[in-house]
């Protein structure tokens, strides 16, 4: 039998269950407790009524919220961009490889190479609170380097997504078409045993929405859900397609029609806002507030990779989405953590309830509101994953 573990002298639990607390969606839980047994939440509820335990943590009267569900990331890649981001910010021309600059670094690196920066991030996200997250491929956009790229993923996560989509293959640039007949035929056949998603590039310059459809449909044919990056440079297909289709998500959502978000907020795609790639790319903001008042479900995520969005910060998005995209600080929690769980079709992380998997970060503050408040503060001083405290 598994020992258990009180976490007492919480000034203020997070549980996402509007069922206890405040009844709001956070279901606040004030001067709180929780109990751990395994790698489950067994309880919560106020400290005075908590049940004895083999172990007892005092978080010294800090916030406990549950760990960050990191549903949109692009973590396998070799290089960086420095170049290319310090001549944007610095008002300068140049020529930008973009995304086949990654491509070629992350096909000249071994795996070990690759491993080791995955790992690295994984860390780096770690501390700073993230205990779910999502990667994919994307930066070989061979057949072999995709699949070795998802092979590195699955060692270290279950929500691994092929996105050999990205973008046409250099090798195909002439020939897109052949670059479809690739990712839906061979390519696929050596991705979809490690994977559970596949994505697509569905943007003028990659993908169009019959191209989009063409791979979506061959994915989910051999048991991968999708998800898509949709209407994130400009009005497009993607977000009907999604909806259309039953995908997880639909990722950036910025330019949007009002049919667009009509159709996010009849559906169940969830609508996951990338506001690090809006503030590495001074790219117009999505309009969260649209989408949560039609009564859409949003997600936050960092997007991390090395072109567009180079951030592991889950807190770092709050602050943006709350200070930019129109969420209230309550918003941009949930959507960082139940939201992302939503993106990922998981009802097991992204809240701290009985049965929920004991994930969960410790805020050297009073209140969640810090996250937005005290932008950039490392505020985040233990996480818990699957009930073992690893920060």
Not at 255 to 267: E, N, R
Not at 269 to 294: I, K, M, Q, Y
Request: glycine share 10%.
């Amino acid at each position: 039998m598994s020992s258990s573990t009180v976490i007492t002298g919480i000034t203020t639990l997070v549980t996402n269950d509007p069922s206890v607390g405040d009844r709001s969606p956070l279901g606040l839980i004030r001067d709180a407790a929780l109990v751990i047994e395994g790698d489950r939440v067994v309880w919560t509820g106020e400290a005075g009524t908590a049940p004895a335990t083999d172990n007892r943590v005092d978080a010294g009267g800090r916030t406990v919220i549950p760990g960050f569900v990191d549903s949109h990331s692009h973590l396998v890649f070799a290089g960086d961009r420095t170049e290319e981001f310090n001549a944007r910010m610095s008002g300068r021309s140049y020529t930008a490889g973009g995304i086949r600059t990654t491509v070629a670094a992350t096909r000249a690196a071994g795996d070990a190479e690759l491993e080791a920066n995955l790992v690295r991030h994984l860390a780096e996200a770690l501390r700073q609170g993230t205990t779910t997250f999502e990667t994919k491929s994307g930066y070989g956009l061979t057949v072999e380097d995709e699949a070795r790229a998802l092979r590195i993923a699955a060692r270290h996560t279950d929500e691994v997504t092929f996105l050999g989509a990205h973008i046409v293959s250099p090798e195909y640039a002439d020939d897109p078409a052949a670059y479809v007949d690739l990712v839906t035929g061979p390519m696929l056949d050596a991705c979809a045993p490690h994977a559970r998603w596949i994505d697509v590039f569905c943007e003028k310059g990659a993908f169009d929405g019959d191209q989009a459809r063409a791979i979506l449909t061959a994915g989910r044919a051999r048991g991968l859900h999708p998800r898509i990056h949709a209407n994130q440079l400009g009005h497009g297909p993607g977000v009907q397609l999604a909806v259309e289709l039953d995908a997880a998500s639909a990722d950036h959502c910025t330019h949007l029609t009002d049919a667009d978000v009509d159709a996010l907020a009849s559906g169940r795609t969830v609508a996951t806002l990338l506001p690090g790639a809006e503030f590495s790319t001074r790219a117009e903001w999505p309009d969260a507030r649209r989408l949560l008042d039609a009564g859409a479900t949003v997600a936050l995520s960092t997007d991390c990779n090395p072109g567009s969005s180079y951030t592991s910060s889950m807190p770092f998005c709050i602050a943006l989405a709350v200070r930019d995209m129109g969420m209230t600080p309550d918003e941009a929690l949930w959507s960082a953590t139940a939201g992302g769980a939503a993106a990922l079709r998981r009802t097991d992380v992204g809240r701290l309830a009985p049965g929920a998997r004991a994930d969960l970060a410790l805020l050297d503050a009073p209140s969640h509101v810090h996250l937005a408040y005290r932008p950039g503060v490392p505020l985040v001083t233990g996480v818990w994953r699957r009930g073992t405290r690893e920060v």
